[in-house]
């Protein structure tokens, strides 16, 4: 019984790992699944995990967010963007990033997915900061610039919240093993 839990387990954080690149809080819902096997799952048991390593779970999902959001600020504070383009650039976003895995998995399931999510989530980004800085009066070219910063921001952050949720997970797996 504990090795299909402790499969189970493996398998709803890999499911869960991909929500990060659709904007959705993957490395939490992971979090979440690992603290509820710890605590149901017997500490002298074969395959139990101890606290630390939900600890450590909890230490890298709030690392991966506070990367994800400085990327993301950095990137559009940097070339001079507004709270209105910020907003925007999110919304846009997670917009573009739930367009975009729907529009992957028909082309490629799996890798399209990812990549769809990702490339359309920046584009949402790119395009969400463009309308808020448009709207406060900027110039086409300002308004271009910080919607490359979002752009890039949100990449380079999801890409990063991507990474740590992936080491979480192995964090779990290897503790399983071990």
């Known amino acids: 019984m504990q090795l299909t ?3 189970l387990l493996v398998i709803a954080l890999l499911a869960f790992w991909t929500l990060n690149l659709i904007s959705m809080p993957g490395n939490w819902l992971g979090l979440l699944a690992t603290t509820v096997y710890w605590y149901f799952t017997p500490a002298d048991g074969v395959l139990a995990i101890g606290t630390g390593v939900v600890v450590c779970f909890l230490a890298l999902a709030t690392l991966g967010e506070v990367i994800e959001f400085v990327a993301g600020s950095l990137g559009a504070a940097k070339a001079g963007g507004s709270k209105r383009a910020a907003i925007l650039a999110l919304i846009g976003s997670v917009a ?3 367009a975009g895995a729907g529009v992957g998995s028909a082309v490629l399931p799996i890798v399209g997915t990812v990549l769809g999510a990702l490339l359309l989530g920046g584009l949402g980004a790119l395009m969400g ?4 800085e448009a709207a406060k009066g900027r110039t086409s070219q300002e308004s271009w610039q910080v ?3 979002a752009f890039w921001g949100r990449i380079f952050g999801s890409l990063a919240k991507s990474v740590i949720g992936a080491l979480a997970v192995a964090v779990v797996a290897v503790s399983l093993c071990c």
């Open 129 to 132: 900061a463009i309308l808020g």
């Open 5 to 7: 839990l402790a499969i």
């Open 147 to 149: 919607g490359k910063a």
């Open 96 to 98: 573009g990033a739930i």
